[in-house]
Structures are given as structure tokens and as C-alpha cells.
């Protein structure tokens, strides 16, 4: 069985969590990278990344490396931006078929309230196994590792990955 773990990170709050998710049940990762993307910082961040994310933009990405198709298990990870995931992931969606049996979604944010935005990212993908919310694991590691390591847990519980 493999498993991919698909993420949108601009601050690197996302890419965080992948990545040590990636270590405890052994996936392969695919960062998402969008041809431009808003400031790291500033008013400007939220002004241009809440924007377009409200608007449903929908970025041209640079190509995956890697083949869905190929994967049991997809996990989906992403920020939180103006309550709804950011354009990168939203033109992943439109590209994307979901095939994999099993997909799992966790998302970062500044506020710990991401239910929404989850809500909305599982309605696109269809049937979520499991779902996860970190708030600011690059701030929070001590908290936050714990989470995410507890997430790697349910994944790992849920029988869909053999190690």
C-alpha cells in the first residue's frame, strides 16, 4: 500500500506537518506550487490571499510528480484562508479525480478553527476517513507535535497503511 501526502503550504505551517507526517507513516509527499502565489507577510497576504481564495481563484500549477492513481491512500493538507482552503488546492480539486480508497485532510491555522474549511475540502473529495486541525504547529511545536503524531495514529490504526 502507498501513500501520498498532497499540500498547499505558503508559511510553511503545512509543509511542517507533512513532512512529519510523511516520517511516521512512511508517504511519499507532493507539495502544490502555484505560478504566483500572494506576499509571505502583511496586510498584503491577507488582502491578496483572502481575495482570491473568496473568489475561487484557481491558479495554474506546476505539474505533480507524482501519480495519483498509483496511491491507497491520498492525504490532503491546507491552510486555512478566509475560511475556505487557498486557490492552490482548488485547482488541484478541478484537475484531480480522486480514485485512492482511502483519503484523509488536515489543515493548519492561526485560529485553531478550521471545521469549515474541512468541511468544504471533503465535500470536493468525497468520503474522508479522518480529518485533522493544527493551529500554528511552527509556533506551537510542543503542543502540536503531539497532534499530529496522534493523527499518524488514526492513520496508521485505520489499517490502510502497512509499514
Avoid at 491578496?48 to 491520498?74: F, I, M, N, Q
Avoid at 475556505?84 to 488546492?89: D, M
Wanted: aromatic share 8%; net charge positive.
Amino acid at each position: 500500500m502507498k501513500t501520498l501526502i498532497v499540500y498547499y503550504s505558503l508559511n510553511g505551517n503545512c509543509d511542517y506537518v507533512a513532512r512529519r507526517l510523511a516520517e511516521q507513516i512512511s508517504a511519499d509527499l507532493e507539495a502544490l506550487r502555484p505560478e504566483e502565489e500572494p506576499p509571505k507577510s502583511g496586510g498584503m497576504m491577507y488582502a491578496k490571499g483572502g481575495w482570491s481564495a473568496l473568489t475561487h481563484r484557481t491558479p495554474k500549477l506546476a505539474a505533480l510528480s507524482r501519480d495519483l492513481l498509483a496511491y491507497d491512500t491520498v492525504i490532503i493538507g491546507a491552510p486555512v484562508w478566509a475560511g475556505t482552503y487557498p486557490p492552490a488546492v482548488g485547482s488541484f480539486l478541478k484537475q484531480t479525480v480522486f480514485k485512492a480508497p482511502h483519503l484523509y485532510l488536515f489543515a493548519c491555522s492561526s485560529s485553531g478553527n478550521s471545521e469549515k474549511m474541512l468541511k468544504q475540502l471533503g465535500k470536493k473529495v468525497g468520503t474522508v476517513s479522518a480529518s485533522a486541525s493544527f493551529k500554528d504547529p511552527l509556533k506551537h511545536q510542543d503542543q502540536e507535535n503531539a497532534a499530529i503524531d496522534a493523527f499518524a495514529q488514526t492513520i496508521l490504526k485505520d489499517g490502510s497503511i502497512k509499514l
